[in-house]
């Protein structure tokens, strides 16, 4: 009788032994059911790509760049959809030069393992809560930005995300503060997106690029991405400077380039000359130029055409006449 009474009790303690060790695990238990999919907050025992599991997709069932392989969000059920992007921005970052942002100056990210054409989404579960769809509905493109580059596509979970170019757009958790762009380069696969859907950064910033504008084509800007003009009443030979005074707190003298720091653009055209005040100015094909200071992002061209006076510049270095109706 003693030793069924023994076998009885050591029987009991493994089970409590084992019910105990199951609710310690990674999945959370309820009465006869298990939850896989724990996903986990930004930066609290994440991978490279912000999700549960080893880096890679080393934890079981994780599907390799962040999320829980053939679920929503383990839970059955949709995620949350994510603010809307609003009006869309563009802002000039050091390192990646101009990229995508929506209205509160948030940086949009592109997925290598998405497809454009057709559009799909890759990144489901615990990868969508690291990196939150942007929704189609109420984004709109601002001026740097072809209004036709803007599409959508329903994604599993059933939100319809904002695609530019055919590329799925998304926000990243860890980003903070507008203009944050933690989530360049993670894992290998994750870019902010320039405004033709390209990857920002692909190649190194320049002191003077040529931006493809929805309306005007390829222009001319700075290093901070602004429009470059050039002013009727300034002459290239012989050199005469029609702004002066009061005209110079709106239209700023853009910086001499460097002839090294030049992309899409013949180094023959550029050169540098002095204002009768020493200030050292860029010329583009021996006109002077400048930015404008009621241009407030990369893209914008409300300078285009002022007075009748005021052109922004082409990559052969001519004015380009071309007012597009606001």
């Not at 050091?94 to 995508?100: P, R, S």
């Not at 929506?102 to 990144?123: E, H, I, Q, W």
């Not at 203009?179 to 994750?190: E, H, R, S």
Request: charged fraction near 20%.
């Amino acid at each position: 009788m003693i030793n069924r009474r023994r076998a009885a009790f050591a029987a009991a303690a493994v089970a409590t032994l084992a019910l105990t060790t199951a609710c310690g695990s990674s999945g959370t238990q309820s009465a006869g059911t298990t939850t896989t999919d724990n996903v986990q907050p930004a930066g609290q025992g994440t991978s490279a790509y912000g999700s549960s599991g080893g880096a890679g997709g080393a934890g079981a069932g994780n599907d390799g760049y962040g999320g829980q392989a053939g679920g929503a969000d383990g839970s059955g059920k949709a995620p949350k959809a994510a603010p809307s992007a609003g009006k869309l921005a563009l802002h000039q970052d050091a390192k990646l030069g101009t990229v995508v942002a929506d209205s509160k100056g948030m940086t949009l990210y592109r997925f290598d393992k998405d497809t454009p054409d057709p559009a799909k989404s890759n990144c489901a579960g615990s990868c969508a809560t690291t990196w939150p769809p942007v929704p189609a509905d109420g984004a709109t493109a601002p001026a740097g930005i072809d209004e036709s580059k803007l599409g959508s596509v329903t994604r599993a979970d059933g939100i319809k995300q904002l695609t530019i170019a055919g590329w799925p757009a998304y926000r990243y958790i860890k980003d903070t503060k507008a203009g944050d762009t933690k989530g360049q380069g993670v894992g290998g696969t994750w870019n902010a997106l320039a405004p033709d859907g390209k990857k920002a950064g692909a190649q190194e910033p320049s002191d003077v690029s040529v931006f493809n504008h929805p309306d005007l084509g390829g222009i001319l800007v700075d290093g901070k991405g602004r429009t470059l003009y050039r002013f009727n009443k300034d002459s290239a030979w012989p050199m005469k400077f029609g702004c002066n005074d009061a005209c110079l707190d709106t239209w700023k003298p853009a910086k001499p380039a460097d002839r090294s720091k030049l992309k899409g653009i013949a180094p023959k055209l550029i050169s540098t000359v002095t204002r009768p005040d020493g200030t050292r100015q860029l010329a583009v094909d021996c006109w002077p130029v400048y930015w404008f200071t009621g241009d407030e992002q990369p893209g914008d061209i409300n300078g285009q055409g002022k007075m009748g006076l005021w052109f922004a510049v082409s990559k052969e270095g001519k004015k380009i006449t071309t007012t597009p109706e606001n």
